[in-house]
């Protein structure tokens, strides 16, 4: 199967405490986040690779984990994650991530320097 940005994200997600690796736990976590109703099923299906997340869920998927302590460990990772606050696929090198950075520390409530430093540690 494919190695698909959601399927990351579920995993991190499934992993924590209070989900215990429990996909029907994880989409009542979703369903409250979002309001829509999300089933366990369709995460067993995304957390293979096997469908895709539509963008609000891969935005509740996004947001959660970043909550819980996700962090970009990859240039595919910071890939994904411009595409998924911007909707464009761009390239990670070259340019000025300081509004990336801004969006990700107003979702997670950390301190943009922590997004910026990972993001050096990664393209270097």
Known sequence: ???LFESRLIDHLAD???VGGDYDKLAAILT???GKNVSGRSIVFMSR???FAKKWL???LFELSLKSGWMPSSIADWENVIWTLTGKKQSVLGGD???IFE???DISNKPELVFENNF???VK
């Open 97 to 99: 991530n300081t509004k």
């Open 1 to 3: 199967m494919k190695d």
């Open 32 to 34: 409250a986040y979002t």
């Open 120 to 122: 050096n540690k990664q």
């Open 58 to 60: 891969l935005m509740a």
């Open 16 to 18: 924590q405490s209070d």
């Open 103 to 105: 969006q990700l520390a």
């Open 49 to 51: 690779g096997a469908c």
